[in-house]
């Protein structure tokens, strides 16, 4: 069922201006009282709910109400609430991030995007990818350009990278904002909106190479990935991608993380990769990006079709 668009409420939405300034000052009491001011005037606000639920889950108390009323008014999820019902416990973790919540997020993102990943959290994702790829298959002034496929290609930095061994390069990603910074460099051939499984379904081209350079993060269970990846390459082509790494093992061999991406298991990747029909050309443990400062730990990954 689609709900008819909800028209905030601009004095609901000035009392949660002032909530979310004091959320972010850690006058969290202070927070919900504003916040719940403003849910009495527009009680249909999942915004307002959501960010309650934030408040409350600061303070240590239960956000579990507030997150799944704004699920309920927002069955879409555009701003996670489903993500943050499973980090508090109160449900499972899904198997992938919420479409409408990582296109939202990434449209907002996609001006600031390059400045941000790059620079503050020193993002070397198709970096990395590129040296792996080169070691599977060494470019020489003999060897074949490629037909390569970015898989949720964002602003064309995976691109950039590849663009001397291109033949011809596709990209697909959810997010029209970051599909338009990508389609300003010029290095793609074909540009396609879209959820990648569902769009890799009716697909025409077959490719050399396929990319994905910190996509599977969004992913838990990556086997519907592998399989639509697998049926766009050539026999014994490439699937390159950048993951974050688990610490351990669990029993689905992948975890939610606390800043609503995913970590996976070495086990769980070669479990996938040999279920999808690919072989395992190297698991490489490195970091691709930072949190707060920190390295993450993660993965470097190449797979050929079999």
Not at 255 to 284: E, M, P, T
Request: net charge negative; glycine share 8%; charged share 25%.
């Amino acid at each position: 069922m689609t709900l008819p668009p909800h028209t905030p409420d601009p004095r609901a939405r000035r009392r949660l201006e002032i909530g979310l300034a004091l959320l972010e000052d850690s006058q969290l009491a202070e927070a919900a009282e504003a916040i719940r001011a403003a849910i009495e005037i527009d009680p249909e606000d999942a915004e307002i709910h959501f960010a309650l639920g934030q408040a409350l889950e600061a303070a240590g108390g239960d956000a579990a109400v507030a997150y799944r009323t704004a699920l309920e008014l927002d069955p879409g999820d555009h701003m996670g609430a489903a993500v943050r019902l499973a980090l508090i416990g109160a449900a499972p973790a899904p198997a992938q991030l919420p479409e409408a919540h990582i296109r939202t997020l990434f449209d907002q993102y996609a001006p600031r995007f390059d400045t941000a990943l790059v620079e503050k959290l020193h993002y070397r994702g198709p970096e990395l990818l590129r040296q792996a790829v080169d070691r599977a298959v060494p470019p020489t002034s003999a060897s074949e350009p490629l037909d390569i496929l970015d898989l949720g290609c964002g602003t064309g930095l995976a691109g950039i990278a590849f663009a001397d061994r291109r033949r011809r390069l596709d990209g697909i990603d959810l997010s029209p904002g970051m599909l338009l910074q990508a389609l300003a460099r010029k290095l793609y051939d074909r540009l396609e909106p879209g959820e990648i499984v569902a769009a890799l379904a009716d697909w025409p081209e077959r490719y050399d190479l396929a990319l994905a350079a910190d996509v599977a993060v969004y992913i838990g269970d990556l086997a519907p990935l592998f399989a639509a990846t697998r049926q766009v390459l050539r026999p014994g082509g490439l699937f390159a991608l950048t993951l974050e790494a688990q610490d351990g093992a669990d029993g689905a061999g992948w975890r939610l993380g606390d800043h609503h991406r995913y970590q996976h298991s070495a086990a769980y990747l070669r479990d996938a990769a040999a279920a999808a029909g690919f072989a395992v050309v190297g698991i490489d443990s490195s970091w691709t990006r930072t949190e707060r400062k920190v390295p993450l730990p993660g993965w470097v990954v190449v797979l050929r079709a079999a």
